[in-house]
């Protein structure tokens, strides 16, 4: 029995010892910092939690496991009431926790607020990711330029991303930035954060879209802001349309003449079409 005690003991100082220790990880943005805060509040309330349940589970089963006259359990109102109070305490913290992030423009943005402060201000960045089958185009309106399948952002400045579809629905998605939102036709759903962390992020399409749904792939670069504003120069004075001439801020140059997935080329006119003799013979 002694064992048993000084083994929960240590599981238990153990885990306090865990919670204790604050990650270092950097946030690579707003919305990032802010999920994973949550996350983590929510972790400091489940792992206890969790322990608690276990542990009387176990000693349930070890002290009542050789009872030959098992009896059932009487009413307890007053356990009744502690974990039901337990349980709304509980529930208050989460709900408050989740609201205070889900309300954060970086996380949830709207743009019918009332806030007279809110959508993009004059030196903050406004792009807008149009995904079609199966590609993304992403535009920079205030400037001009066109940058295919890559979005250069600065570091440290609030980003505006205006996600459209121009055929059916898809999914912008960059998890280690946090961001994720549904692309609709017709409709414009927009997304608030801030960079942190410069590098190269990953992004894709989270909604099944068809055939070539998993090549849907695109690149966020976060870059410094000089950096940034060299990146636009560059593009204005190449022409910045996306037109196949256009560099990231790596240098990387997207692929011009592309094909559509049916084989017709977006340079040609010449569409053959075979017209069945019996229709051919109708039309005359």
């Not at 322990?51 to 109102?77: G, H, S, W």
């Not at 007053?78 to 996380?107: H, Q």
């Not at 440290?156 to 998890?175: E, K, L, M, N, W």
Request: proline content about 6%.
């Amino acid at each position: 029995m002694k064992r048993t005690r000084y083994a929960l003991v240590a599981l238990l100082s153990a885990v306090t010892l865990a919670l204790a220790v604050e990650p270092a990880a950097a946030q690579t943005s707003t919305s990032s910092g802010l999920i994973n805060e949550l996350n983590l509040k929510l972790l400091y309330v489940a792992i206890p939690i969790t322990l608690l349940v276990e542990v009387i589970l176990i000693y349930t089963v070890l002290k009542f496991r050789n009872n030959p006259d098992p009896k059932p359990t009487k009413e307890n109102r007053r356990l009744e009431i502690t974990w039901t109070i337990a349980t709304a305490i509980i529930l208050l913290f989460v709900g408050v926790a989740s609201y205070g992030v889900l309300a954060d423009p970086a996380v949830t943005y709207m743009e019918d607020s009332q806030d007279q402060e809110a959508g993009p201000g004059p030196n903050d960045v406004v792009v807008n990711a149009e995904a079609f089958q199966w590609g993304w185009e992403m535009t920079y309106p205030r400037e001009n330029v066109t940058s295919g399948a890559t979005i250069v952002l600065p570091q440290g400045q609030d980003v505006y991303i205006q996600v459209t579809s121009r055929d059916v629905i898809h999914a912008f998605h960059v998890p280690d930035l946090g961001l994720k939102m549904d692309a609709i036709p017709g409709e414009q759903n927009t997304i608030m954060t801030t960079p942190l962390e410069t590098g190269e992020y990953q992004g894709y399409c989270a909604e099944y879209c068809g055939v070539s749904h998993s090549q849907m792939y695109f690149t966020v670069e976060v870059v410094p802001q000089d950096q940034y504003q060299q990146w636009l120069q560059e593009q204005r004075n190449s022409g910045g349309d996306g037109d196949g001439g256009n560099q990231s801020a790596g240098g990387n140059q997207s692929a011009g003449g592309n094909q559509s997935a049916d084989g017709n080329q977006s340079g040609g006119n010449s569409s053959a079409v075979n017209v069945p003799p019996a229709l051919v013979a109708l039309g005359n």
